[in-house]
């Protein structure tokens, strides 16, 4: 619209100009990106939002740059069907820790289709439970078990919970029944929702620095369970035929299960020969490990590549049998 | 920014002899409040939405519909519908990737000096300096990467969004039909939370740059259509009349008159959706969007400090981008422009100049190895600008954190206070009211207000959301909604009046309502949660803060406008400034002032799923919940009764002057 005399003939440079950079820059890339593909290629890899995720991701990125020469990208896209889709569509290999999301309707459709197929355990072994500081139970030992929690509940008590005691749920994209548990537990709490994990946190943790009572949705392997000393509650045992997702109907009175945190694949890569796709087969470690990586990153706010380079050199026996 | 209908006012006489609209009315919503408090207290709890006028199957139906989606989507021959979308993504990814890749291959240092050269030879001198401080920042805080990744993505977006707005505010602007037609479109767009959308979103176009480049376009066009509407409806009549009296076809009425007499305002829409659009940065991250968004994600994680500076480099891209605009369409102004043949080749000399700057930049830069080497590290110090800066962010969260500091023995009973005493009252009367209680009460507060189509309207909206199942969801997600608004409307319509009066305010506020647009907002909420440890508090402050910058503008906007020659006659017949402001312009902008209100809502609304992810439960919870738990029934119906929230509570508001709907953000 201000198309006016003089712009036409201002144009040509500015156009010849960006046309120059943009040839200069065609031909740069052109060369820089057609070289690199020797043994490896470029391996994707997923990073969750969770700290003990973003260790994983680093430590695998390090072995395999430095060990493998892979070129890895890094992408950060949100668990559940998002990742489910994106490695059906190639543009993720690998994710190094699942919980359990292959086993909801809309992971199973890709399970099926073998777009996503699960490599075994990371090593891992999940827990969710009701946790309370430790410093509790020395004025109520009871509280070991949720028997101990009944009658007691008050001591919970919390400005948002009127006369019951305060439950602090958990991250909305977690796994949780907390509501059917108190309901049919009959204990006399209330379920608060404190929203994403970091705002939870913010809730349990300026509870726990006044050592004041609290009872709360959380679970391990967490890097913050090295910072506070945290007892989960004995929920009733696990039995037959109960039920773990509240949206369901059913019994849900028993503990929650113990999660084999699954690496999990692309159908692309799986069948792809890559030698990135072995070591991803065989990477496996412990919750201490994954701890001691990730309270690097998060606690002690080192980079996640320095993290992960001197948790590698410090372990060079566990890395290199994920290389045999 | 933002404003209303820079139509030409009548001019009214100083003194308002009618009366004030609100008298009558409000004490009429006043008793229809009340007795639905005398309701309250005599059933409360005792009618709670009946589950047989509940569509129970909806939410399976609708899960269906996904896993459906899902599997056609997979199969090995797709149809022609996902062919196209298909070749749509690819196109978008590569060129996005592409973009981002040549930024990167420039290194910070021939970015820099481009960016520079190329702001300074269309935008002037003041915008080139503020553009070498956004580039300078982005590399000095070690987000080059990052930063190049969201510059490449929301350029795109922007383009697409402006590409696809203008002409469809055109089209608004020029046909009430059409823009009847594409109002309720918008609100949708702007009030359906992205989390619901995202799994449709990346079902068709996959995970990657043209994913969030969609769901950015979602949430940023409609602003580039309302303004652009609105500026051309803003051509005064008598000119166009002219016009076509002198023989204009409609093609050319719209070429040399329409257009260019909309000029400003279009650019108003340029820079209203550039700040949208860097507001869906941390939504776009979550779908492969990466950038900056990833860091303040998993930042707030891990490395809150991170995410916060994380969220500040945002609001630099987000600012620069705005004046840069603003300032290049001020340049490029035909009024302004004047060229005869020495500054034609003097400005040939500079653009030449500009190139080889950028190339010598380059070259040199690649020779020194800048592409690896960033400033903060080049320096070898010990301590990096980045890890000065962390550290220093460090300590204000530490001390937010700290349950023994001063500030939190003030914050937390207060907050406790305002929570047991307002908050938890209202969401009790809400919730535990009868259904049918709640249902008439509004509908006869819309009949009072805004007249019987829209209390039609407001009773349909009620009545779906007790349809699908999520009543009292709802009414916990409205009293939070209501009392947002309350806030921001206070502050909004405060802060406005003395940005119209004041024209150093109003400068001062700018950069304040642009942070607060564009920051994250969980990064502010997140150290908030700490001081003040009661759910739904940090979720009411969201909303409260993102929505006052738009009251706040249009009723500066509003105050503004209110014509000169009824000002002046109020002065002449000796009142003060306080009075004419009380007596003459606040009556007059009273569209303005409850067009501003009504905003509110539509903002607040459009920030209920953060809500959920800082504790406020209701309807932002369960959005949040569907998208990763798979859960996308329960995800799409809350979305919806957000929706019907919005639409119920605008029709509640609207008022009965006809130029409520012209509105924009």
New interface residues.
Partial sequence: MSDRGGRRFRRPIGLVAVAALTALALLTTGSAFGGGAQSCGTVVINEQSWAGSTANTYVAKYVLEKRLNCKVKLTQVTEGPPYFQAMRDGKVDAALEDWDNTLTTAGQTYIKDKSVRVVGSNGITGVIGWYIPRYLLKQYPQFKTWRGLKGKETVFKSPESGSQGMFLGGDPSYVQKDRALIKELGLNLKHVVAGAEPAQVARWSQLYKQKKPVLFYWYDPQYLNAQYDLVRVQLPKRFAGCVDDEKLSGKHACEYPSYGLDKLVSGKFATSGSPALKFVKKFKWTSADQNVVANLIAGKKLKPEKAAEQWVKANAAKVNAWLK | MASVAAAERVVVAPVVTHRPWWRGKLVQVASIVALMYVAYRIWALEYPWPNDLVWNTLSLHL?DF??WL??E??KEDQGLVFTVFEGFSTSIDRLVDWFT??LL??TWAGTTV?GVALVL?FGGLRVALLTLFAFASFALVGLWEESMQTLALMLLAVSLSLLVGIPLGIAAGRSQRVSRAITPVLDAMQIVPAFAY??PV??LF???PAAAVVSTMIYAIPPAIRITALGIRGVPVNTVEAATSLGSTRGQLL?KVQ??LA?RMILLGVNQTILFALSMVVIA????G?GLG?VV??G??????LAILAGLVIVVMAMTLDRVTEAMADR???AK?H?DDSR?RR??LQ??A??TA??VA?VLAKIFGAASVYPDEARGRTVTIEEWL?AKF?VVLDYI????SFAFSITQPTG?FV??QLLQPLQEFLVEMPWFVTVAGLTAIAFVISGLRPALTALLMLALIGFTGVWALAMDTLSQVLVATAIAAVIGVTLGVLAAESGAFSKAMRPVNDLLQTLPQ?VY???F??LV???VV?GIVAGALYAFPVTLRLVERGVRDVSPSSVEAASAFGASRLQTLVKVKLPLAGDAVMLGVNQAIVMVLAVVVIG??????GLG?EV??G??????G?GVIASLAILALGIALDRVTQGTRSARREVLT
């Fill in positions: 899960d996904q896993i899902l599997t989507r997979g890749r040549l291959w420039m481009a030879r995202l799994l990346v079902i996959s995970i990657g070429r257009l260019p000029r991250g979550l779908i492969g990466g990833a994600t998993s707030l994680y891990s490395n809150p400090a490029t102004d035909p422009q060229l034609r400005i040939r653009a030449a500009a190139g950028v190339v380059i962390l460090q954190q700290d349950p023994f406790t929570f047991q969980l909420l997140i150290p949660i700490y440890q009661v759910s940090p959920g992810l800082v504790g406020s439960g919870y949040a919940q998208l990763v738990r798979g859960q996308f329960q």
